[in-house]
């Protein structure tokens, strides 16, 4: 009978060590598969401390680059903001907001230039035309009247071998007036002019201009006048006409998250998308959603742990398939302006030192050929340019230990 129950005993503990041993490795599994929508995690490596915000920013290893200012109204007080990069026919496009006093107010237009090189701009042009009643002589010119009207440089469109400058006019009161309107104006390469606007969406002003999905449909990101309340949505379409657009919600915006100025990428399935935003709450973090269904449907955001300035940022895929951000990462200033790199879409790896020392922000980045071009505004009083070699980028290293302040 002793014998019988030392046997039992001895199975039954063995059960439990096979057992404990099966649930270890579900637990390891379930680990290693948590939906990417769960997670926080947006940084890895030894150099990353344990509190991202406590990462010395002033210390990121340093990305070669060129430098170039295409213009500058500082002496004229003025504003330069909202900056966007494209390359078509064979030169650099770049545009701006471009108003009196503080960005946004009434009678700000929408300035462009071009480059052979992106480093040799022209002179500076008016893209947009003088807002509604809200010109030089006009009494609500230079003010943020509900009876003046602006316009907000949205960033260019290359479509169907077209190319489209977006920006969105409404009054100046606020963030945004009730006639909020998104505009594209069409190159005319014979008359070397934009020609007259056309209307492509109401009640909308999105963030950076449309990129195809994998459906072959176009997709863009609006905030809606009342955005405070209706919160962010991301518009899909565009392929038919440049005026017919679904409307799809991201989330309502909520007591958790105030979402401002939204980034999206394809991830490498070249199914699942993941967009970002920065946050107004002054989480000094970025948030982070996912959509498995083309952009349909969004998971609920989650913070992460990028530190962000709450400032816009621009990422761009490569054509290697590595991803790349541009932000302001330092949780409490605009400076500086880092480049950081991905493989996945997801975590981010590595984090280089751009420009700073100074106002940085609003940035925007593309890839030509083996060159990557960041626009940015300085001080919100410039526009200006890095041209950074690809062959530098990869020789970034980051150090083997936290990155933090001796």
């Not at 269904?293 to 742990?305: F, L, M, V």
């Not at 500086?336 to 106002?359: C, E, N, Q, W």
């Not at 300085?378 to 890095?386: F, I, P, R, S």
């Amino acid at each position: 009978m002793m014998r019988q129950r030392l046997g039992l005993a001895a199975c039954f503990a063995m059960l439990m060590v096979v057992g404990n041993g099966i649930a270890a490795t579900k637990s390891a599994n379930a680990e290693e598969k948590t939906p990417a929508d769960q997670t926080t995690i947006m940084l890895k490596g030894d150099w990353v401390p344990a509190h991202p915000h406590d990462i010395d920013f002033d210390r990121l290893p340093r990305v070669p680059s060129q430098h170039v200012v295409v213009s500058d109204v500082r002496k004229a007080k003025g504003v330069h903001q909202h900056n966007y990069l494209a390359f078509h026919e064979g030169q650099f496009w770049i545009m701006w907001s471009n108003g009196p006093g503080i960005e946004d107010q009434a009678g700000q237009r929408v300035s462009y230039a071009t480059s052979p090189d992106g480093l040799t701009w022209s002179k500076p042009k008016f893209l947009s035309p003088v807002p509604p009643h809200s010109g030089k002589d006009s009494k609500v010119y230079g003010t943020r009247s509900p009876d003046g009207f602006r316009w907000i440089a949205r960033g260019f469109w290359q479509r169907d071998g077209e190319l489209y400058a977006l920006a969105s006019l409404d009054q100046s009161a606020g963030f945004f007036g009730p006639g909020l309107e998104l505009h594209a104006f069409r190159w005319d390469n014979q008359a070397q002019a934009w020609g007259d606007s056309q209307v492509i969406q109401d009640n909308a002003i999105n963030n950076f201009p449309p990129k195809k999905i994998p459906s072959g449909q176009w997709m863009m990101s609006r905030r809606m006048h009342d955005y405070k309340k209706s919160g962010v949505q991301f518009l899909v379409g565009g392929v038919e006409a440049i005026d017919e657009w679904d409307s799809v919600p991201v989330f309502k915006s909520d007591a958790e998250l105030a979402a401002e100025e939204p980034y999206w990428w394809v991830l490498p399935d070249n199914q699942r998308m993941v967009a970002l935003f920065r946050d107004n709450h002054k989480s000094g973090y970025l948030y982070r959603s996912f959509s498995e269904d083309q952009g349909k449907s969004w998971s609920p955001p989650h913070r992460t742990d990028f530190p962000d300035a709450r400032s816009k940022f621009s990422g761009v895929r490569l054509e290697d398939g590595r991803y790349v951000l541009v932000s302001n990462p330092h949780p409490k200033r605009r400076d500086p302006l880092a480049i950081s790199i991905s493989d996945d879409g997801v975590v981010f790896t590595k984090m280089g030192y751009l420009i700073g020392g100074r106002h940085v922000d609003y940035p925007h980045v593309i890839q030509h050929g083996s060159d990557l071009l960041v626009a940015f505004a300085g001080g919100k009083q410039t526009v200006e340019v890095l041209k950074i070699k690809l062959e530098d980028l990869n020789k970034l290293e980051m150090p083997n230990q936290p990155l933090v302040k001796p």
